[in-house]
Each structure stands twice: as C-alpha cells, then as structure tokens.
T-cell receptor, first 113, second 114 residues
C-alpha cells in the first residue's frame, strides 16, 4: 500500500503570498491531520478532517485553513505568508476517528522569503 | 491544555549502551501515548503506542516503553542501541476523546557512536 503522499515537497514563496499544500492519505484512510514542524516550536497540531468535516483545530491564526474532499484528499492553505510560516508541514492519515494510529507523510518544506 | 515534556534534548551513546528517554505529560484524564522516530532524511514513523492494558508495550526494532500512570510518564527504553538508531525521537499524547490531535514533546536527538 502506498504511504501518505504530499505535494509539493519543497516550496519557496515571498511574504504576502498565499500557498496551497496537498495531501493524499493512505488508501482507505478517512481521517487527515496537519502539523507544522519548526526548530523553535517543534511539532504543532494545525487541524484534523474526517469525512470532509473539520473536527478539531489547533491554535493557529485564521490565515491557516484547510479542507478535505470526498476522496479523503486534503489541502491546506496559508494566506498572507509571513517569514515565521517557514516550516515543514506534515500530513498524517488514519483509518477513522477511533483509536487509530496516525501515519505521517514526508512533509512539504515551505520557505518564506 | 495538555503538554508533553522530554527532558533529554540531546543524548550521545556508544553502540551496545542501554537507552532510556524520558517523557512526561500533564493531563489528568485518559490518554493515548505514542513514540515516533524521525531518522535523518526520513519522515516520522511510529515506534510504539499505548492505548490501554499492559503498561509495558513493545515496539519495533527492540524498543519498549512503560506507562506509569502515577508518574504521568511514558519512558522509552532499548537495552542495546545500534548506530542505526541515530535519529530524533518524539513522545506524543492524544486525549482519549476520539479526536486525532497529537501533542508532541520537543524531541530528543539521539546520536549513537560506533
């Protein structure tokens, strides 16, 4: 079975721009979560989607948003990029909303200049 | 809100040495506990998890962890490390509410010298 895939793998943007990152979960997985990883703040939860509904949201500004499609693929969007948004953005998928293990993708490394 | 503390930020060991990485969490209710590993250039992989039952859980590659509820701890152990265990290790907690959100510790960078 293919793992979680994320596109693009690397991205360079400038301040003020917006960016969209994509995540394809493991086949059959319906839950997708997003995390931000930075050297200073570590791994922080962004949001969680299940069956196209956002079920949980972390403590991030409204510039960070996401959605999930009927095929469970998910996108996250960051508008009006700031330098501090430079990070590795990780997507994780799990089968459902129960006690399921989350499997992580390789991440998208975003650099904001 | 829950938090996770990993007290060892950088650990250097020689091959065959024993390993114990500390993890403490702050939450009084029922939790699910995880250890993830991130090898250089690779993505996060699950080492082991605890949901309920036997507090001593065994994971992949010879790792094990013990959940001590009274100490709010979930320490990771391995009796004999190998050079290939060089990686960053993350402890994570999920409140048992059906939500997926994981709270991660700051990570411990393990360097194993041959």
């Amino acid at each position: 079975k293919a793992g979680v895939t994320q596109t693009p793998r690397y991205l360079i943007k400038t301040r003020g721009q917006q960016v969209t990152l994509s995540c394809s979960p493991i086949s059959g997985h319906r839950s997708v979560s997003w995390y931000q990883q930075t050297p200073g703040q570590g791994l922080q939860f962004l949001f969680e989607y299940f069956s196209e509904t956002q079920r949980n949201k972390g403590n991030f500004p409204g510039r960070f948003s996401g959605r999930q499609f009927s095929n469970s693929r998910s996108e996250m969007n960051v508008s009006t990029l700031e330098l501090g948004d430079s990070a590795l953005y990780l997507c994780a998928s799990s089968l459902s909303a129960g006690k399921e293990t989350q499997y992580f993708g390789p991440g998208t490394r975003l650099l904001v200049l | 809100a829950q938090s996770v503390s990993q007290h060892n930020h950088h650990v250097i060991l020689s091959e065959a040495a024993s390993l114990e990485l500390g993890c403490n969490y702050s939450y009084g209710g029922t939790v699910n506990l995880f250890w993830y590993v991130q090898y250089p250039g690779q993505h996060l992989q699950l080492l082991l998890k605890y949901f309920s039952g036997d507090p001593l859980v065994k994971g992949i590659k010879g790792f094990e962890a013990e959940f001590i509820k009274s100490k709010f701890s979930f320490n990771l152990r391995k009796p004999s490390v190998q050079w290939s265990d060089t990686a960053e290790y993350f402890c994570a907690v999920n409140i048992n509410t059906g939500r997926r959100a994981l709270t991660f510790g700051s990570g411990t960078r393990l360097q194993v010298q041959p």
